[in-house]
């Protein structure tokens, strides 16, 4: 029922560990979007100060938030938000495969789960699949795609109201997203798998050829080293109606052949 939302905007760095951004919202009743970023705890802690005003310059949101940027860790989000349309309080946690989220939404409206398991397609692109619960408004089913910082998502209406039956609908779809997931990372694998045989295939065919390069350049090198020897020793054997090599050819059947009259000669 909500309006679709486009943000263009900017973001410029103060310091280290402060920025400000700047953005503009198309859609529904549009507007003006100006938050504020700084790193605290030797950037292990980041907080946010976000304000939305709408195109009649009536305040929409204001945001106060932090989130943990501990590596190796998940990323814990708590907002706290006043304004219209939005949750009070919202505790996120976060990391490379899945989101988690639970936000209260007021006394009469209670509370909103956001669950997501992501898979990603690319180093630009990733695919998610989950299931949202809200009380009074029944159980969703989301599907997420990611392209760098665009994120779309597409709810699917399971259920229209929390009851017994809704409870099975959401273990079942739980299920079902793990199911879609898993088959996403095979099929993901499998295209890993086979992209690295051929980079390491071409790797091998590269060695290769540096190594053939290579020993036909030290074997140039030291037929110019044994040269005058060895042309000192044929004149010697002609004067003295010895042996004389006119042509001698190494070869390998199907394979590379050489020149090594110089090398015997010597």
């Known amino acids: 029922g909500g309006h679709p939302r486009t943000t263009i905007g900017t973001a410029v760095r103060l310091s280290q560990s402060s920025s400000v951004q700047v953005g503009l919202i198309g859609g529904g009743p549009g507007g003006l979007d100006i938050r504020g970023q700084r ?128 409870s099975i609908a959401l273990l079942y779809i739980s299920f079902l997203s793990g199911v879609i997931d898993g088959i996403i990372g095979d099929f993901t694998s499998t295209s890993s798998t086979t992209s690295d045989v051929t980079v390491e295939g071409n790797k091998s065919n590269n060695i290769n050829m540096l190594r053939k390069t290579k020993a036909k350049e030290d074997a140039d090198r030291q037929k110019s080293l044994m040269e005058r020897q060895a042309n000192s020793k044929r004149k010697r054997e002609q004067e003295r109606k010895g042996l004389v090599i006119d042509q001698a050819i190494y070869y390998v059947e199907d394979g590379d052949r050489l020149d090594v009259t110089t090398q015997i000669q010597f």
Not at 99 to 106: L, V
Not at 113 to 123: A, E, K, Q, T, Y
């Open 39 to 166: 790193n605290f705890v030797q950037n292990r802690i980041r907080g946010t100060l976000a304000l939305t005003v709408d195109s009649t310059r009536r305040f929409r949101v204001l945001q106060i938030g932090l989130t943990t940027l501990v590596d190796r860790l998940p990323t814990l989000s708590l907002g706290i938000n006043l304004g219209v349309n939005v949750d009070p309080v919202q505790l996120t946690v976060e990391n490379e495969r899945a989101c988690a989220s639970i936000g209260w939404r007021g006394f009469k409206r209670g509370l909103a789960f956001d669950g997501i398991i992501r898979r990603s397609l690319s180093n630009f692109a990733a695919f998610g699949v989950g299931v949202r619960a809200v009380a009074g408004k029944g159980v969703v089913w989301l599907f997420q795609l990611e392209r760098g910082e665009f994120v779309m998502k597409i709810p699917v209406a399971i259920c229209l109201r929390l009851d017994a039956g809704s």
